[in-house]
T-cell receptor
Framework: KNEVEQSPQNLTAQEGEFITINCSYS?????LHWLQQHPGGGIVSLFM???GKKKHGRLIATINIQEKHSSLHITASHPRDSAVYIC???????????????FGKGTLLTVNP | NAGVTQTPKFQVLKTGQSMTLQCAQDMNHNSMYWYRQDPGMGLRLIYYSASEGTTDKGEVPNGYNVSRLNKREFSLRLESAAPSQTSVYFCASRVTRNTEAFFGQGTRLTVV
């Protein structure tokens, strides 16, 4: 079982819809990251959070530490939101693992006009 | 602001050739990382450098070497390229553990 699981793997939506992408993890963490990767493009950090909720424009990220679960929401989705969204965690293992990120496999979002 | 700069962006190698992927960051970050991204596998850590002067193996280090040349630069070397090393390679940096990560644009490497 992967230590970071994302769902769904693929998601197709119509422009304007509310989108939710989920991330569950099975290790102790100090922070969770949401990243965005457009097709053929680089990777951009959207959020880093260790508790509660963060909002940036139409994007909202929440985390429930007790349930080891995070969600990324996109309100009023737009075709330019089409991308792969990746969840990653900073682990609290001792030693070297503290410097590493463990990644989910990503969710491919397609927003149709 | 340049952020994290990787060179080259694209490369085709023949099996057995060697090459070095370059990565530089201008954000005064301590930690730097090399990942490979393959379809269906997600990002996997090849090597990382927690701070200048240190390097450590990640999940998939075989066939690679790294050099943390100074605080800004972290290079990845393929001594004898193999088709299994065909991938997209990303360099990343952050201030230290538990801080936001910044990624380069990636290097698309094909080994034939």
């Amino acid at each position: 079982k992967n230590e970071v699981e994302q769902s769904p793997q693929n998601l197709t939506a119509q422009e304007g819809e509310f989108i939710t992408i989920n991330c569950s993890y099975s290790v102790g963490i100090s922070a969770l990251h949401w990243l965005q990767q457009h097709p053929g493009g680089g990777i951009v950090s959207l959020f880093m959070l260790s508790s509660g909720k963060k909002k940036h424009g139409r994007l909202i990220a929440t985390i429930n530490i007790q349930e080891k679960h995070s969600s990324l929401h996109i309100t009023a989705s737009h075709p330019r939101d089409s991308a792969v969204y990746i969840c990653a965690v900073s682990r609290t293992d001792s030693g070297g693992s503290n410097y590493k990120l463990t990644f989910g496999k990503g969710t491919l979002l397609t927003v149709n006009p | 602001n340049a952020g994290v700069t990787q060179t080259p962006k694209f490369q085709v190698l023949k099996t057995g050739q060697s090459m070095t992927l370059q990565c530089a960051q201008d954000m005064n970050h301590n930690s730097m990382y090399w990942y490979r991204q393959d379809p269906g596998m997600g990002l996997r850590l090849i090597y990382y450098s927690a701070s200048e002067g240190t390097t450590d193996k990640g999940e998939v280090p075989n066939g690679y070497n790294v050099s943390r040349l100074n605080k800004r630069e972290f290079s990845l070397r393929l001594e004898s390229a193999a088709p299994s090393q065909t991938s997209v390679y990303f360099c990343a940096s952050r201030v230290t553990r538990n801080t936001e990560a910044f990624f380069g644009q990636g290097t698309r490497l094909t080994v034939v």
